[in-house]
């Protein structure tokens, strides 16, 4: 279902980073209020984080719109934004046989997403069904039952395809309780890893075994093809524009 309607690009380039941090601007800044706008001259959110990140961003295929966006931060040897933020109850580590990763600023635009901006989480989901209810009557793509699930499911699958190829044993990552409920009860193993924290929020650390997650059954009727590079894309447009001149 997710590639039907939408597709996921790694940022290879410039520009895609780019989007990349826009879609964030647009979704902490201006409508989360959760960064100040004015430390962002540039209307991009990033922080020193993304210099060790692989980022992803999402299309609407119907519409050409980017509407979600995700980077994953590689541990190296620093510790990870989770480590700083949570008390966590086992060591992260990460050295020559494999890379550890932090799934990070996991983010959709408001037209992707339920419930209002002031009390949303970034990702849509929420605990109180009458916020979805209530905003599905004005957000057009709310309107397509779980659409905002899928954008989701297709960055999670993003994650594991790209952690598959890439030598990353887990994937960690802070999320709200709803989202997690959501990813169990379709399939994910989920280990929780140390009591919630405060951060924009309630937030519950957890890790994701990327073994693990690729052979579950959660993508089975929701998505299969992973990513793109974003490079692949300008390719295909600059043949199409090539072909009609």
């Known amino acids: 279902m997710f590639d039907t309607h939408f597709e ?9 980073r780019n989007i990349h941090y826009s879609i964030r601007y647009q979704v902490y800044c201006e409508e989360m209020d959760f960064e100040d706008q004015n430390n962002y001259s540039l209307n991009l959110e990033f922080d020193s984080d993304d210099e060790k990140a692989t980022h992803f961003i999402v299309r609407n295929k119907s519409t050409n719109q980017w509407v979600g966006a995700m980077r994953l931060i590689y541990k190296n040897n620093e510790q990870l934004p ?8 086992e060591e992260i580590i990460s050295n020559e046989l494999f890379n550890t990763v932090e799934i990070s600023r996991l983010c959709l635009i408001k037209s992707a997403r339920s419930g209002f901006k002031d009390i949303d989480p970034p990702h849509g989901i ?7 209810k209530e905003s599905a009557k004005t ?12 954008i989701i499911w297709g960055l999670f699958y993003a994650a594991v395809r790209y952690g598959r190829t890439n030598n990353i044993l887990n994937s960690y990552f ?4 709803p989202l ?8 994910l193993n989920l280990i ?10 309630e937030r519950f650390p957890f890790k994701m075994n990327t073994t693990s997650a690729y052979q579950s059954g959660a993508w089975e009727n929701k998505c299969s093809e992973g990513y793109s590079l974003f490079s692949s894309l300008k390719k295909r447009q600059d043949n199409h524009f090539a072909s009609v001149a």
Do not use: W, Y
């Not at 929420?126 to 979805?132: D, I, R, V």
């Open 82 to 89: 989770l480590e700083k933020s949570c008390v966590i109850d």
């Open 180 to 187: 997690a409920r959501v990813l169990r009860r379709s399939g």
């Open 8 to 16: 996921v690009f790694l940022a290879d380039t410039e520009e895609s």
């Open 192 to 201: 929780n890893i140390g009591a919630p924290c405060q951060h924009k929020g």
């Open 139 to 150: 957000d057009s793509i709310a309107n397509q039952p779980k659409l905002n699930r899928l």
């Open 174 to 177: 802070m999320t709200t309780r």
């Open 126 to 132: 929420c605990s109180n069904p009458l916020q979805t």
